[in-house]
């Protein structure tokens, strides 16, 4: 344990924890230099059956049971309940907060009376751009997460559902991490719904002393093959040619902070189980399609002069599966694994199984403990240094498919989770477009961009996203 030390202006206690790991502090200088604010997690709750008149059970979750479910969420998750100290500096640390004011954290937003579901859509994605183009304020004072609850505007207006949005410094969570958060609080919605009548917890939190875990290199080898470190090593003395490659302009540095553009389709439940049925038809998987078919999109989208004859992709790959104490636990245990695609390659089920066997192989690398790609980072040094260097220069990536998977959405209560949306701010450093998916089971599937102000155009995401619903509705009918 480390010393307690108290903020001025009567703020909490603070128990400082330990230093940042290697790998975290990619996160934080990103942050602190307004290069990647957050990720995000939307999730629709909705009732699993009319309201209980006995129980008085509301049709939708009220902010003061979000308020005491939050006790609950906090409690299950360390890093919850954490800021980081002198975020930009190399001595950087985590302090635990002796409580936590959910009033300085919550922030309610209203749909107007009678908003259908695009005007719901409309208000959701400008408060996603919002919230991604501002960093987090009080770093070192609050803890590292907001949540904004869309309200509908009259209490006749209601549709038994109301959208919760998550949003987290990435230094404490990573895509799974978001969605264990929205799965922690409707268990403890439904748990606190079954409880009633009861008295508020209210809205300040006195977080226990739980573990808070070492970085993700003390708690598993991150061996580099030196194939791959001898590439990398030739690739800064001799960079490999760029021809035809597209990965959008060179990376510029912003003025404060990152502009975050964000837009997003949602897929039916038909439209999905139709999807994962011709994966199976085809011996494929979910994610190495969407590669395959965002490709295309770009492909059809892109000049034909020669210049975008190539993309590249990358895919980050969930560490927890050979890391199985940490399945259900917070943090930041993710690698990532790129692929090429060529113009030439129309075949969309080709390139789908292409890049299945690519990321099959990027597993067994790390299953056999042989390979970890993020395991270069102790080659490099200052992160700061590393960021502020790629200022000019040409971006690595086209695009970023990220996919948390399918979720189960079923409550043990009054509530379940009907949909989800995952969300990224655009990197300035990273990928000219990412693209993140999610689905509940059963349920729907949804599909976000995120990019840069100026990196790309708000014409050309939408054009990409308008063509990969018509490549999914392609492949649902057979055309592909």
Same mark, same amino acid.
């Given at each position: 344990m480390g010393p307690v030390d108290k903020v001025a202006?009567?703020?909490?206690?603070?128990?400082?924890?330990?230093?940042?790991?290697?790998?975290?502090?990619?996160?934080? &200088?990103? /942050?602190?230099?307004?290069?990647? $604010?957050?990720?995000?997690? $939307?999730?629709?709750f909705t009732a699993t059956a009319? $309201?209980?008149?006995?129980?008085? $059970? @509301?049709? =939708? @979750?009220?902010?003061?049971?979000?308020?005491?479910?939050?006790?609950?969420?906090?409690? &299950? /998750?360390?890093?919850?309940?954490?800021?980081?100290?002198?975020?930009?500096?190399?001595s950087a640390r985590f302090v635990r907060l002796s409580s936590i004011d959910?009033?300085?954290?919550?922030?309610?937003?209203?749909y107007p009376a009678g908003s259908d579901e695009v005007t719901r859509h409309r208000l959701l994605n400008s408060s996603l751009e919002k919230r991604f183009s501002t960093r987090?304020?009080?770093?070192?004072?609050?803890?590292?997460?907001?949540?904004?609850?869309?309200?509908?505007?009259?209490?006749?207006?209601?549709?038994?559902?109301?959208?919760?949005?998550?949003? =987290? /410094? /990435?230094?404490?969570?990573?895509?799974?991490?978001? =969605?264990?958060?929205? &799965? +922690?609080?409707l268990a403890a919605l439904n748990a606190v719904a079954i409880r009633q009548p009861q008295e508020s917890l209210g809205s300040i939190v006195s977080p226990p002393k739980s573990t808070f875990l070492p970085p993700l290199e003390s708690l598993h080898r991150? @061996?580099?093959? @030196?194939?791959?470190?001898?590439? +990398?090593?030739w690739g800064v003395w001799f960079p490999a040619s760029r021809a035809g490659l597209w990965t959008g302009p060179p990376v510029s540095r912003p003025s404060t902070v990152v502009q975050s553009r964000h837009a997003f389709r949602v897929f039916s439940a038909e439209t999905t189980s139709s999807l994962l049925a011709a994966c199976r038809a085809h011996?494929?998987?979910?994610?190495?399609?969407?590669e395959a078919l965002v490709a295309r999109a770009f492909f059809a989208l892109l000049p034909t002069d020669g210049s975008a004859n190539r993309l590249r992709a990358t895919c980050p790959i969930n560490l927890r599966p050979f890391m199985p104490e940490q399945k259900g636990v917070m943090g930041i245990f993710v690698a990532s694994d790129d692929q090429f695609f060529e113009r030439k390659n129309t075949d969309v089920w080709k390139e789908a199984k292409r890049v299945g066997r690519l990321l099959a192989?990027?597993?067994?690398?790390?299953?056999?403990g042989k390979h970890f790609n993020i395991g270069i980072l102790r080659h490099v040094g200052d992160m700061r240094e590393l960021h502020e260097k790629s200022i000019g220069k040409p971006r690595n990536n086209t695009f970023e498919v990220s996919n948390t998977g399918a979720v189960d959405g079923s409550g043990e209560g009054p509530w379940r989770i009907s949909q989800l949306l995952f969300s990224q701010c655009g990197s300035i450093t990273g990928e000219a477009v990412n693209f993140s998916v999610s689905s509940v089971r059963g349920g729907p599937m949804t599909v976000s961009a995120g990019w840069v102000q100026d990196v790309v155009d708000e014409?050309?995401?939408?054009? =990409?996203?308008?063509?990969?619903?018509?490549?999914?509705?392609?492949?649902?009918s057979g055309k592909i």
């Open positions: 202006a009567g703020g909490p206690e603070k128990e400082v924890l330990r230093g940042i790991g290697l790998f975290e502090s990619m996160f934080t &200088q990103r /942050h602190s230099l307004g290069f990647y $604010t957050a990720l995000s997690c $939307t999730a629709r009319p $309201t209980d008149s006995v129980l008085n $059970t @509301p049709s =939708i @979750p009220t902010l003061t049971l979000v308020y005491t479910a939050l006790h609950e969420v906090v409690a &299950q /998750h360390p890093p919850l309940a954490v800021s980081v100290e002198d975020e930009s500096s190399p959910l009033e300085r954290l919550i922030h309610v937003e209203t987090f304020d009080d770093v070192g004072v609050l803890p590292l997460w907001r949540l904004v609850v869309f309200r509908a505007d009259s209490s006749e207006d209601i549709d038994a559902s109301v959208d919760i949005a998550l949003f =987290i /410094h /990435h230094v404490i969570a990573d895509g799974s991490s978001a =969605i264990m958060f929205m &799965q +922690t609080l991150l @061996p580099v093959s @030196p194939l791959f470190l001898l590439r +990398t090593i011996k494929a998987t979910l994610t190495p399609l969407l192989r990027a597993l067994r690398g790390m299953k056999r014409a050309f995401v939408d054009a =990409i996203l308008d063509k990969l619903v018509s490549l999914v509705d392609d492949v649902c």
